[in-house]
């Protein structure tokens, strides 16, 4: 069934549209969040109301007696309602790059994709329409709230681009600016200190009436940091009381090891500001444990890890401290669903795998579609420190999904919510989302009216990027990488008999 409006008068039901403050969604199937439980609830043919942008009520009633007067009713009917999918870790600045990366390597991201290599070939205006469409891409597959790792800033015109393009799109955007030393333009650390000042002493003008929040990111708090550079970017996160913080942590042979202990001596992890550990494949038991002692989390990306051979040998063991995230979505897919199965599957294959290599049979799956979806949602929220995302319970942000369970061929003869999202639903089942209350996509559609300009301005720079990377040769690699340990060569697959029939060119 498609959205319905209806406006509840004074008196009861009146066919006179008017911009009312609250929004009941109705009839639908939800996946609430219990506190009493500390777990899911299923409330079937139940209603949520929303007044402003926080849930005002979850009801067991498809039409609760009392509404406040003009209330916008919206049937979803027979649908299924959940929270909004949180992103812990993306950089929305590289959109533009789409196919051209399909089979690339960390290694040779870092050497062709990355900001360090791409700084003197994006304009701002480069910046900010990648930034636009990949955060409308996000939304429109389910991601209400992102927290962007924004690697974009190498001068202030480009910081500015991309922080723009995430106010205007009305996502939740946890906008990380980050302090790096981009030595292509000779733009370092202390030339990015006051364009973030400027932002952040003015982020309660630049930010009003939306939900982007400001962060930080920083990658050199170990293993060998410059420590007077790192403790200037702890004592701005102090000084601004920014919202988040986040780094890469990779460790083991690729070095960028940022691990919470390496942190900790810069006196922020025991604060009040969330702090966010990307990836962290190689992180210890003594650091898991710090995460869990100061209630820091990491956020796996597991698709992106897969892909680019990162690897994540230990994060199985930190899921109660982990939540997920997308990275380069320019390579891969762009939304949460797609990482929370792919996550439950791999962490299915690795538990099983430990009873199939002593010569047993296993019995029990070691992970639930539940748990996946608690990763998806919720984690993310308290990732964050932000109880009142990835949750539908009263009090909590209105970012939803209504997913067309009525009507797909994927969810056809669904009866358990959570599976039916987690294992069966694909982003073409998304039918509405609304972020702060607020529809960014109805009826199957992104409600901006702009998009359409957007997407061909989009276009046209993502035509004019991609021309520039076709032209320039792939690195070859040589002695050692960054971290000091060498390079190795993994064997390529075959799907074809024969000789040399293999690997193939992308279709560029």
Not at 61 to 66: A, C, E, F, N, T
Not at 140 to 160: E, F, I, K, P, R
């Amino acid at each position: 069934m498609r959205c319905r409006s209806i406006v509840f008068g004074a008196l009861g039901l009146s066919n006179v549209f008017v911009n009312a403050a609250s929004t009941l969604l109705s009839g639908g199937t939800i996946i609430a969040w219990d506190d009493d439980t500390n777990y899911l609830k299923i409330i079937r043919n139940g209603s949520v109301l929303i007044t402003d942008d926080r849930i005002a009520a979850v009801n067991t009633d498809p039409l609760p007696s009392k509404l406040p007067s003009g209330t916008k009713l919206v049937d979803i009917s027979n649908q299924i309602l959940t929270p909004g999918f949180i992103d812990t870790h993306r950089h929305g600045w590289q959109t533009v790059f789409k196919t051209i990366g399909s089979n690339t390597s960390l290694t040779e991201y870092f050497s062709r994709y990355g900001e360090y290599f791409a700084a003197d070939k994006f304009t701002a205006a480069d910046v900010y329409i990648s930034q636009l469409a990949g955060l409308y891409e996000a939304m429109n597959g389910g991601v209400t709230t992102l927290l962007d790792h924004a690697s974009h800033t190498w001068s202030a015109s480009t910081s500015y681009a991309g922080f723009n393009a995430s106010i205007e799109s009305g996502a939740r955007v946890f906008w990380a600016f980050t302090f790096h030393n981009i030595t292509s333009l000779n733009y370092t650390t202390s030339d990015q200190i006051p364009t973030f000042r400027e932002m952040a002493k003015n982020r309660e003008v630049l930010l009003k009436d939306s939900p982007t929040e400001l962060g930080v990111a920083y990658d050199y708090w170990g293993s060998n940091p410059n420590v007077h550079e790192a403790q200037t970017i702890a004592n701005l996160v102090s000084e601004f009381n920014v919202s988040v913080v986040t780094t890469h942590s990779l460790a083991g042979p690729w070095g960028f090891s940022n691990l919470p202990s390496q942190v900790q001596q810069f006196n922020i992890l025991n604060g009040t500001v969330p702090v966010v550990f990307s990836h962290s494949s190689f992180i210890t038991a003594d650091d898991l444990q710090l995460l869990r002692s100061t209630n820091q989390y990491i956020s796996i990306t597991a698709e992106s890890e897969m892909q680019y051979g990162h690897g994540h040998p230990h994060s199985y063991y930190a899921q109660d401290q982990a939540a997920l995230g997308i990275d380069t979505h320019f390579t891969y897919s762009a939304d949460i669903l797609t990482q929370a199965r792919m996550w439950l599957q791999a962490a299915r294959h690795y538990f099983y795998n430990q009873v199939l290599e002593n010569w047993h049979v296993p019995t029990y799956n070691p992970m639930s579609a539940n748990q996946a979806f608690l990763l998806a949602t919720r984690s993310g929220g308290l990732a964050l420190r932000r109880p009142d995302l990835g949750v539908i319970k009263v009090g909590a942000k209105a970012d939803l999904v209504v997913w067309d369970a009525e009507n797909s061929p994927s969810l056809l003869g669904w009866e358990d919510p959570v599976a039916a999202i987690i294992l069966h639903a694909n982003i073409g089942d998304v039918l509405h989302v609304l972020i702060d209350g607020k529809f960014v996509k109805k009826d199957g559609k992104l409600v901006n009216p702009d998009y359409p300009s957007i997407r061909k301005t989009f276009l046209n720079t993502s035509k004019k990027i991609q021309k520039i990377w076709k032209g320039l040769p792939y690195p070859t690699y040589e002695g050692t990488f960054a971290s000091g340990y060498g390079y190795g060569t993994p064997e390529t697959v075959d799907v074809q008999r024969g000789k040399d029939t293999g690997y193939g060119t992308q279709f560029l």
